[in-house]
């Protein structure tokens, strides 16, 4: 790549988007904002070279100096997720100047005033679809109006190596001639990573064990969690949930592939849905990682055959972290860096996919 893509990280959470775009020669993340204390200590101590600012966007001092700052270090890319509320048929008479979408708002503003050559959007998958289509119309009519050409589509995790069904709304823009195109970003629909090709060698921990650094007590049983241990001679974040003894009962009583129709009735609890109290399976991708994996009546969070939630590592494995990226926090900050996160494996691909047609274009 000719010219190096020098990129602005905004709502950067820990660092997902970031860390598969700096994983393609051609991009480094210079510059990263949120107003999470947590999510940007674990970002800079992962990205010793990028300048980190905590801080809300929508504030004016924090914008001016993500402004300066951005100017200062020739920003010519801006990446994020914009937390957006306010896509629902309800919000429609306001559209994009619904409050509840004031963050979206700085995201836009910002890109307008930063003028990067590329910007990239993660988002809700329904950001898409909601209102039949009212509110992405007003999103890529915006930045058109800004001078860019716009490319916006749904794409799934699962088929970029991530062993996880996790469908989000991804948003191109870039300015000049080349127009991208969302799905064309290759995929490999023929091989998908499971649960067990992601954390198998990690079955060892009960209820309460493990420490926030360990040595792997287990070889590799596939390529992707060879790939996982690359660079990483220690194991970090592996510590299970301690669970009361009442949560561990029930989860005995769940069988491999189960969930909670294997509990007696009275003991399914208050939550509607049908994958609380459930089992991961060995060999499928994971469901959606949320940011409550740690709690087994919160979804399908329990280990496929240990009486445990997974734990943090487990999660980050099943994000496509590979394990020498450390989180930093309490365990309920980690959880939330994780849950939130890009995928490193999916940005990775965008970026690859980015790379590919300027080179051509």
Not at 120 to 137: A, L, T
Not at 236 to 242: D, E, G, K, V
Not at 269 to 277: I, K, Y
Request: glycine share 6%; hydrophobic share 35%.
């Amino acid at each position: 790549m000719s010219n190096k893509f020098r990129i602005l990280d905004l709502f950067s959470g820990a660092g997902g988007f970031s860390l598969g775009f700096d994983m393609v020669d051609g991009f480094s993340t210079v510059l990263a904002v949120d107003f999470d204390r947590s999510a940007i200590n674990t970002f800079q101590n992962n990205f010793k070279k990028t300048k980190c600012i905590c801080g809300n966007i929508s504030d004016y001092d924090t914008k001016k100096l993500i402004i300066q700052e951005a100017i200062n270090k020739n920003v010519n890319m801006i990446i994020g997720g914009p937390p957006c509320q306010g896509f629902s048929l309800k919000g429609k008479n306001l559209g994009m100047h619904d409050k509840r979408n004031y963050l979206f708002l700085e995201y836009m503003a910002i890109v307008k005033t930063v003028q990067p050559k590329i910007f990239v959007i993660e988002n809700v998958k329904n950001m898409i679809s909601s209102s039949n289509g009212f509110f992405i119309k007003q999103i890529y009519e915006n930045f058109v109006s800004l001078g860019y050409n716009v490319t916006y589509g749904i794409l799934n995790s699962v088929n970029f190596g991530v062993p996880q069904n996790r469908e989000r709304a991804i948003i191109i823009g870039i300015k000049g001639d080349l127009s991208l195109k969302i799905n064309n970003i290759s995929k490999d629909l023929n091989t998908f990573v499971t649960v067990r090709d992601a954390i198998f060698d990690l079955s060892y921990l009960n209820s309460g064990e493990g420490a926030e650094v360990m040595t792997y007590l287990t070889d590799t049983s596939s390529d992707y969690q060879r790939l996982m241990r690359t660079h990483s001679s220690n194991l970090y974040n592996h510590r299970a949930t301690n669970h009361s003894k009442f949560a561990i009962e029930k989860m005995n009583m769940i069988p491999p592939e189960g969930d909670k129709s294997s509990l007696p009735k009275e003991l399914h609890g208050r939550q509607q849905f049908s994958t609380t109290w459930s089992r991961l399976m060995w060999d499928k991708p994971s469901p959606t990682i949320d940011t409550r994996f740690d709690t087994p009546s919160n979804g399908r969070n329990i280990h496929p055959f240990l009486n445990r939630s997974i734990t943090p590592r487990e999660a980050a494995r099943l994000q496509s972290f590979p394990d020498n990226f450390i989180f930093y926090g309490n365990k309920t900050s980690i959880c939330k860096q994780i849950g939130n996160a890009v995928p490193p494996l999916l940005a990775k691909a965008i970026a690859e996919y980015i790379r590919k047609e300027i080179n051509n274009g």
